[in-house]
Nanobody, 114 residues
Framework: QVQLVESGGGLVQPGGSLRLSCAAS????????MGWYRQAPGKQRELVAF??????NYADSVKGRFTISRDYAENTVYLQMNSLKPEDTAVYYC?????????WGRGIQVTVSS
């Protein structure tokens, strides 16, 4: 069983920055696709950023503002979020695909408001 624990969320003013972290309970490698998703109230969960051995993808709404990265030594994936907007407000979830199975974190709230 894989456990993912997100941290780093909170309240930030528009234009501010946050860095989300997702620590995995198992070793991660480049073979494990990982991603960040978010779900705003009344909306469906959507992909924010995705990293795999082949490429890195971002939702159009966050391109140029968000960066996904991972640290294999720390078994952690990060999401650096800059120039935050009120529409980025959502619960953010970490995801990993390992041996064909999807695992999710419990989510962390990010609120962008003045």
């Amino acid at each position: 069983q894989v456990q993912l624990v997100e941290s780093g969320g909170g309240l930030v003013q528009p234009g501010g920055s946050l860095r989300l972290s997702c620590a995995a309970s198992v070793s991660i490698s480049s073979r494990n696709p990982m991603g960040w998703y978010r779900q705003a109230p009344g909306k469906q969960r959507e992909l924010v950023a995705f990293i795999s051995v082949a490429n890195t993808n971002y939702a159009d709404s966050v391109k140029g503002r968000f960066t996904i990265s991972r640290d294999y030594a720390e078994n952690t994936v990060y999401l650096q979020m800059n120039s935050l907007k009120p529409e980025d407000t959502a619960v953010y979830y970490c995801n990993i695909v390992r041996y064909g199975a999807n695992y999710w974190g419990r989510g962390i709230q990010v609120t962008v408001s003045s």
